[in-house]
C-alpha cells in the first residue's frame, strides 16, 4: 500500500470570503467499474476533470465574515483593488456629465485634473519604552531608557536628510512625549495631535492568542476608530500636490501594524503576527498611482542591541 499525501488548499478574500478550492493529493487510486466515474446518488456521475492523483473536494470551510467597515471592488477580480483608497481618477469623475461636443478630449482632460502627481512617504514610528505599572494613562510615561529610545529614533530621522512635511500623533503621554523628543531633532516641523491613532484593539486576530483577548466592545468601539485613521490619513497624495511629501505618524503597535495590513491589502486580522519595538520605524510609500510599497517594517536597526525593548 503506498504512502498517503495530503494537500488543502484554501484562496479567500481581503477579510473573508468563501473557500474557493479544497484539494487533496492521495497515491495511486485503485480503478473502478473499468474506469467510470462511480455514480452519485440520484444517477448522476461524479466530474473527471481532475488529473490523476488529485481529489477535487466541496468546500468545508470559508473564512472568517469580513467587518462591516472593510469593503471591496464590487465584481474585482484581482487580489489588488486600485481604488483602495476611493481617490482613482475614474471613481472621482462624474461619467454621466460628459459633454456632447467634446466627448473623450473633456474626459481625459477631467481624468488628468483629478490624477496625483506626488507620492506620499508614511514614516509611522512606535511610542517609546513606557513605565506600565501607570493607572491612568497620563502616569504611563517614558521611562529613562524610553526617553534614549526616543532620541536615538529622533536622530535617525534627521539623518535621513529628508524635508518631512509634519508630525502627527496620537493624543495619549507615551506618543506625545516621544513627539516631543523626535520633534528636538526636527526643528520647525509642525506637530499635530489626534485622538484617532490612540492604541486599541482594531479587530479580532487569526490566529487567536490566549494572553489577550479584549471585550468584543472594545474591537466594536476601536476598531471603527482605528479604521477612520488608517481612511484619513493613508492614502495616495491630493490631485493638487506637486512635490513628494514625508510625513510621521508617532503611535501604537496595534495601530501601526493594523494600517500595514491594510495598506498592502493583507488580511487585517494578520496584524498580531507582526512585532514592533519601541521606538521603531516602519516606512510605507504611497505612488500617484495608488501602488503601496513597505520599505520598511519595525526597523530598530539604528539603536544599540541593549537598547532594544517591546513592550
Request: hydrophobic share 35%; net charge positive; charged share 25%.
Amino acid at each position: 500500500m503506498s504512502a498517503r499525501r495530503a494537500l488543502a488548499l484554501a484562496a479567500c478574500g481581503l477579510a473573508g470570503g468563501s473557500v474557493l478550492l479544497s484539494a487533496v493529493v492521495v497515491g495511486k487510486q485503485p480503478a473502478r467499474g473499468g474506469g467510470d466515474s462511480e455514480p452519485r446518488p440520484g444517477g448522476s456521475s461524479a466530474p473527471s476533470a481532475a488529473p490523476p492523483g488529485l481529489l477535487l473536494l466541496p468546500p468545508t470551510a470559508s473564512c472568517p465574515p469580513a467587518a462591516g467597515w472593510i469593503e471591496r471592488a464590487a465584481g474585482s477580480g484581482s487580489y489588488w483593488d486600485s481604488n483602495w483608497d476611493r481617490r482613482e481618477p475614474l471613481a472621482l469623475v462624474n461619467l454621466k456629465k460628459k459633454n456632447e461636443e467634446t466627448g473623450e478630449e473633456e474626459l481625459a482632460s477631467r481624468l488628468d485634473h483629478c490624477k496625483a502627481k506626488a507620492t506620499r512617504h508614511i514614516f509611522l514610528i512606535r511610542h517609546s519604552q513606557y513605565h506600565l505599572d501607570g493607572r491612568a494613562d497620563k502616569d504611563r510615561t517614558l521611562t529613562p531608557l524610553g526617553r534614549e529610545q526616543a532620541e536615538l529614533t529622533g536622530r535617525r530621522l534627521a539623518s535621513l536628510g529628508l524635508k518631512f512635511d509634519q508630525i502627527i500623533h496620537s493624543s495619549m503621554t507615551r506618543a506625545t512625549e516621544t513627539t516631543e523628543i523626535i520633534s528636538k531633532h526636527l526643528p520647525g516641523v509642525k506637530k499635530i495631535s489626534t485622538d484617532l491613532l490612540r492604541e486599541g484593539a482594531p479587530i479580532e486576530p487569526d490566529p487567536p492568542v490566549s494572553h489577550w483577548k479584549p471585550e468584543a466592545v472594545q474591537y466594536y468601539e476601536d476598531g471603527a476608530r482605528i479604521e477612520a485613521a488608517f481612511r484619513n490619513f493613508i492614502h495616495r497624495a491630493d490631485a493638487k500636490q506637486e512635490e513628494d511629501s514625508y510625513e510621521i505618524f508617532v503611535c501604537h503597535a496595534n495601530v501601526i501594524r493594523y494600517i500595514v495590513c491594510r495598506a498592502l491589502q493583507f488580511p487585517p486580522e494578520g496584524w498580531l503576527r507582526l512585532s514592533l519595538n519601541n521606538g521603531s520605524i516602519t516606512h510605507l510609500v504611497i505612488r500617484p498611482n495608488g501602488r503601496v510599497a513597505l520599505r520598511a517594517l519595525g526597523d530598530t536597526g539604528f539603536m544599540p542591541p541593549d537598547k532594544i525593548t517591546r513592550t
